[in-house]
């Protein structure tokens, strides 16, 4: 840094007695100097030092001037304790001579001794020896606030929101716009150090302000103050000055610190209080000291009256090497840019960097008193990071600094001194003449190679391990600026003249010389490219071509590749070049490997274009492979590449090459004649072609039959298809042979005629071809004609597949039956055809025929389940019916499943019952009427009730079978059965709307006997035992276990009895006898008997008590025997019924014709009258027979076994038989009382009163249970 004085002047009163300067201020744009001198305001032209106008109003020595920040008023105190506000009116004239006057004065108690205006507004704040005020031209009057001590200095913060005072107690205090104090730094000296100077930092940081505390105790404090929570702390370290402050201002951007003081010394500091430069020496205290705004000058005051105004020149301290540029910044720090990818880092080295050097990874900063080395942390060319290495602590004088890889190099005049990183010196040199330019210019560590230029023009080669300088050459002048090119085999050398001279380094000879250089640099990537500028001229020449020029201000100092490095107002600049004047001038040569190194260091995409195209005309195929690789130019490197693998297998013709190169570049007749001239008429015939300029092509082309004019056919098909003329395209493939691209063509434009026509025309073995018609005529929905296409191919599975797909489903099923292996391909999709129609069970059966069980199995379980959710419970019996069957089904097919699906027929079969009788009490309970009589709704519940103790379906509520039971019991007067289901209920949840319902009823019980009405107990009909209506064990006898047989309408137990046939009688054998059966026995029925007849009849009229009774009779004694049945219609009572049984009775007796005598047996006090069996020779009746021997069962249930012998005496009309198919066994029947007809539905099996079946069959037009329409001749067991 150096100080140039640019005008002094000393200020006396009209006594010629100096007067002291107190305090200095620049106008807030650097023209004007307001000056402190005696009891006057002086101000100065801050130019050329011409006083502009002194001010008088202080009688007093005035100790404080400050500008606003508008420029347009000042304001001054003094001793005499006013201060007065001056305005500017109008502007500078000619002369040197403005308006200033004051507008405003207000007084303080004591004298003023400083003041300062608020960065951003108006207000003025101004210390006494007791007190500060705050003014502000809004305000009438000056807000005046006492203080403990003496200020001596106000300040500031840069938001204007905080001020600072410092007092002289040594302490600082911290207060707001309203003079309130928010916080208070306590200075370790106290009052022996009062605070002199307080200043903030212009230059904000991220959340705090920077103030700045001079006291005199000669030290320098730094304090961070927080304007939202007025937090102060101290940061970094005191800082010893060695003189009382009485001067301390920050330069207008906070870099530098000015003070001056006792050490007579206007003084530059770092902003962390780092002593830099002495800008001047004085003969007396420096008082004030000012920055002007708008550049480095700085104006200083002094006790003797003398005021001067200085220039601060800093000098440019940089290094640069290859792309890594050093230099100083704030003169301690030390800033690293990386000119290519723009990184930058800081050094801070917190002393003043006189000299910086670069070298690889090396860096050197010398400081007043050492010099640091640096290395960067790893060898990549892009490492930013630096870590110390050594620290020389030694004091170097020198003019020049260089570094290298392990030792410095110093430069002072004449002399060079090689010093090792740990300060020893190895080695010096002498130069015969001054030393103007030093560079070190590479080599292994320790053998580094130094270029030199002495200004007598001497150019020498120095390599540190060596005594003695080597002589390159001498120039005629001093040398200026030099350098070696890339590979060391050129030297070019600027001269005072400002010649660029370029020698060889070898033969010494001058090779070309250019004027008009102050700089040059080589290429650090190209032997032959160097750079110069002068004049703000740049100029790049390439080997000894014309040398290419722009306006460019600076100096150049490197260049590398593309980039040229300018310094330009203390500054390096990276500038880009193009690269492609010097890559035409190699081009214009032919020289097409140094045009391709050139265009590497930097050309547009156009050039590159331009250099891949020249170098393909000439064949130069690597240089222009490497210059369509960078523009990335795909459609040539695709035929570079195919010419340089046709080189490689020898077939290099150049006429063939060159017809390549302009049929790219669509020159197609001069590519036809290059071809036709290398030999390649197929080439010009192809590229034609491939242009659609097919009568061009056919002059290439051989005869009809050739392969070329057949490709030439297939080309313009190809081009009438993209054309969109297609229907020409279809004929031409076919023309061609290509007939799966014609089919293809007609398939997709629906063209049925032409495919149809061309399929019937081709021969059977083109199967790929039919069968893509085939698929084209099925996607058009032309199903028949898809047929005749695979019947052609014998396609039956895809002939099948297309009637299905059609849904034809009777040509599929005629196919299928020919062909059984394909019928789940045929079933299936009919199930799911079925299915989307909702004729679901339609669909069950076709998944089972497909042989899809699991899918049929899955679609009635899904049915069920959504009929039971939807209460549709009628329809859940159904399908649990069909269900049913679906496992008989697969029991009879599959050996393995067969005990599982059985057990599984009667558990669907058991559902089927419960859902079919829960139908009628959901809907009893659910809706408001119903058709059925009471009696019905309580033989369903209570067949309910039986069943649902073991088992409970899905769906099926207990409380609504109870419930039922026992409302019905109630009115049909079984009081206990209805107090049982009443009991029940409580031990169930009841719905809310029947609680009442149920506790109403339960309090109506408690008064009705606890019996049941003997009319409603039921019969059984093998062993005539009478039964409670409620039986643990379920709906069978308490006496022989036989399970009652109910009318699956009125679920009345029918008159039936379950038999089953002896070991070794087959079903066919039985239905056999049965059908050939004579119940009435021989012919002869005159047989002798113990008795006559008379006296039978006698004995018959007079002691009927004495008969045996059997099943009819008993039937007719018990109250319910005829089956106090009721039908649907409710026609019949119980009266009725019994006279009924009676003549039943006796037309069962009428209609057999008795044997002529009784067979008599007493036992014990019983008498027994048999009649005689005419058909057995001592066979029992094992109908009969428990109910003859009065003997009471067991808890097993024994079931009824007929031999042949019984199955020959039965009555077909009175035999019933449940033909189940296999694996099951047929189900035999015997109506205990013919009179009361039983029909039976031969579909699902189901037995019916026939009066309640008629009724519902006429209703609804088929059987209740299976939905199966009524057949009449179902009807069987028919009274007469």
Request: hydrophobic content about 35%; glycine content about 6%.
């Amino acid at each position: 840094m150096r100080t140039v004085t640019t005008w002094v002047d000393k200020v006396h009163d009209k006594d010629k007695n100096e007067q002291p300067i107190h305090d200095m201020c620049f106008h807030p744009d650097g023209t004007m100097l307001v000056v402190a001198a005696g009891n006057r305001v002086l101000v100065y032209d801050a130019v050329d030092g011409s006083l502009i106008q002194p001010l008088k109003g202080h009688t007093g020595n005035v100790y404080c001037v400050a500008y606003s920040r508008d420029g347009k008023r000042f304001a001054s105190g003094s001793q005499d304790k006013s201060v007065i506000i001056w305005a500017t009116k109008g502007t500078k004239v000619e002369h040197g001579v403005c308006q200033i006057e004051g507008i405003l004065r207000y007084t303080h108690k004591d004298a003023v001794q400083c003041i300062a205006y608020n960065p951003l507004s108006l207000m003025l704040v101004s210390c006494s020896l007791s007190d500060f005020g705050l003014w502000s031209p809004e305000q009438k009057n000056v807000t005046k606030y006492s203080v403990p001590s003496r200020v001596n200095s106000c300040t500031w913060t840069t938001d204007g929101l905080l001020f600072a005072l410092g007092l002289m107690n040594g302490s600082v205090s911290i207060r707001n716009k309203q003079g309130e104090e928010k916080a208070r730094i306590e200075r370790p000296g106290g009052s022996s150090s009062p605070v002199w100077r307080v200043h903030f930092s212009p230059v904000k940081e991220d959340v705090y302000d920077v103030l700045a505390v001079a006291d005199w105790g000669q030290t320098l404090s730094f304090y961070s103050v927080y304007s939202k929570d007025f937090k102060v702390a101290e940061i970094g370290k005191e800082r010893q000055l060695r003189f009382d402050a009485c001067t301390m201002q920050f330069f207008p951007l906070g870099q530098y610190i000015l003070m001056g003081g006792s050490n007579r010394e206007c003084t530059l500091f770092t902003k962390e209080g780092i002593r830099l430069e002495t800008i001047s020496a004085q003969e007396s205290w420096v008082w004030c000291a000012a920055p002007r705004p708008d550049s480095n000058y700085v104006a200083c005051g002094c006790n003797d009256g003398t005021i001067a105004y200085y220039q601060l020149v800093f000098s440019t301290v940089h290094g640069l090497h290859r792309e890594r540029y050093a230099f100083r910044e704030n003169m301690t720090d030390v800033i690293i840019e990386h000119l290519i990818t723009e990184q930058k880092v800081r050094i801070k080295c917190r002393d003043m960097v006189k000299k910086i050097a670069l070298y690889k990874t090396r860096l050197a900063v010398q400081l007043p008193e050492r010099v640091i080395i640096y290395e960067l942390y790893t060898g990549d060319s892009t490492d930013m990071h630096y870590r110390v290495k050594e620290k020389l602590n030694q004091k170097l004088e020198c003019s020049l600094l260089v570094i290298c890889a392990n030792h410095l190099v110093l430069c002072q005049d004449r002399r060079l001194q090689c010093l090792n990183l740990s300060g020893e010196r190895e080695r010096e040199w002498v130069m015969d003449s001054m030393i103007r330019y030093i560079k070190v210019i590479g080599g292994p560590p320790d053998r580094e190679c130094l270029l030199i230029g002495l200004k007598n023009g001497h150019v020498y080669k120095i390599f540190i391990d060596n005594a003695f300088p080597v002589s390159l050459l001498k120039v005629p002048s001093a040398i200026r600026c030099l350098d070696l090119s890339a590979y060391k085999e050129k030297l070019a050398v600027v001269d005072d003249n400002g010649t660029v001279l370029v020698y060889s380094v070898e033969s010494k000879e001058l090779m070309f010389q250019e004027p008009n250089a102050s700089s040059l640099s080589f290429n650090t990537m190209c032997e032959d490219m160097l750079c110069y500028s002068g004049n703000g001229v740049l100029f790049i020449k390439a080997a000894s071509y014309v040398p290419y020029q722009q306006k460019l201000p600076g100096f150049v100092v490197g260049f590398s590749g593309s980039k040229v490095f300018v310094l330009w107002n203390y500054s390096m600049r990276s500038i880009d070049v193009l690269q492609s004047a010097p890559m035409y001038q190699y081009i214009d040569k032919k020289l097409f490997s140094q045009a391709y190194a050139v265009a590497c260091l930097g050309v547009s995409e156009s050039d590159w274009e331009t250099l891949g195209t020249e170098a393909l005309n000439n064949l130069e195929l690597e240089v222009a492979k490497k210059s369509y690789m960078r523009i990335k130019d795909v459609p040539w490197l695709y035929l570079i590449d195919s010419m340089e693998e046709r080189k490689k297998k020898g077939d290099f013709n150049e006429q063939v090459f060159l017809g390549d190169i302009l049929s790219y570049r669509g020159e197609f007749r001069e590519a036809a004649e290059c071809y036709q001239k290398g030999g390649k008429p197929s080439a010009a015939l192809q590229m034609y072609t491939d242009l659609r300029m097919f009568d061009l092509a056919q002059e290439f082309a051989g005869d009809e039959d050739s392969s070329d004019r057949k490709t030439l056919l297939k080309k313009r098909a190809e081009w009438a298809k993209n054309i969109n003329e297609l229907r020409s395209a279809a004929e031409m493939y076919v023309n061609a042979g290509e007939t799966l691209k014609a089919i293809e063509i007609m398939g997709e434009n629906g063209w049925i005629d032409m495919l149809i026509e061309t399929g019937r025309k081709l021969d059977k073995g083109e199967s790929q071809a039919i069968e893509l018609v085939a698929q084209h005529l099925r996607r058009l929905k032309q199903y028949a004609l898809a047929a005749e296409m695979y019947k052609k191919m014998d396609d039956t599975e895809s002939m099948i597949s297309c009637y299905v797909e059609a849904e034809a489903w009777d040509e599929a099923f005629a196919l299928g039956e020919q062909h059984p292996e394909f019928r789940q391909i045929i079933y299936v999709p009919y199930a799911n055809w079925l299915a989307e129609h909702d004729k679901f069970l339609e669909a069950q059966k076709a998944f089972h025929k497909a042989g899809r069980l699991d899918l049929a199995f899955l679609i009635l379980d899904q049915l069920t389940v959504n009929a039971v959710e939807e209460s549709r419970f009628d329809d859940a019996a159904f399908y649990h019916w069909v269900l049913s069957l679906q496992c008989l089904e697969v029991a009879k097919e599959d050996a393995a499943q067969k005990d599982a699906m059985i057990k599984l027929f009667y558990e669907h079969q058991r559902k089927a019952n419960i859902y079919y009788a829960y139908h009628t009490i959901h809907r009893y309970i659910e809706e408001p009427f119903t058709s059925y009589m009471p009696e019905a709704l309580f033989n369903i519940a209570r067949f309910l009730t039986h069943e649902l103790t073991t088992l409970q379906p899905r769906g099926v509520s207990k409380f609504c079978t109870l419930y039922a039971l026992a409302k019905q019991g109630k009115n049909l007067e079984a009081f206990k059965l209805a107090r049982y289901a009443l009991d029940k209920i409580q031990q169930l949840k009841v719905p809310l709307r029947f609680q009442e319902n149920v506790d109403l009823a339960s309090v109506q019980l408690r008064g009705k006997a606890f019996t049941d009405k003997e009319e409603l107990l039921p019969l059984c009909y093998r062993c005539s035992s009478v039964n409670p209506l409620i039986n643990t064990r379920g709906s069978r006898c308490t006496n022989c276990n036989q399970p009652f047989v109910f009318s699956f309408v009125s679920f009345e137990i029918l008159t039936l009895v379950e038999f089953q046939l002896e070991d070794g009688i087959s079903d066919e054998d039985a239905m056999r006898m049965i059908e050939l059966s004579d119940p009435d026995g021989s012919d002869d029925e005159e047989s002798s008997s113990s008795s006559s007849s008379s006296e039978e009849d006698e004995d018959e009229e007079e002691k009927p008590a004495q008969l045996s009774i059997s099943a009819a009779a008993a039937a007719a004694l018990h109250p319910n025997a005829s089956g106090a049945k009721q039908s649907a219609s409710g026609a019949k009572q119980s009266a009725s019924g019994t006279k009924k049984s009676a003549s039943g009775i006796k037309k069962s007796a009428s209609t057999a014709k008795k044997p002529k005598g009784w067979k008599e047996k007493k036992k014990g006090t019983t008498q027994t009258l048999t009649l005689n069996d005419p058909n057995a020779g001592g066979e029992a009746d094992p109908f009969t027979e428990r109910l003859l021997n009065f003997e009471q069962g067991g808890t097993d249930f024994i079931p009824v076994v007929v031999n042949a012998p019984a199955l020959r005496a039965m009555s077909p009309v009175d035999v019933l038989v449940c033909k189940w198919p296999p694996p099951l066994r047929y189900q035999f029947f015997r109506n205990l009382m013919p009179d009361m007809p039983v029909s039976h539905c031969l579909s699902c099996n189901r037995l019916f009163h026939t009066d309640d079946y008629e009724l519902q069959s006429l209703q609804k037009g088929y059987c209740p249970f299976c939905r199966k329409p009524t057949d009449p001749h179902q009807v069987t067991g028919s009274a007469e």
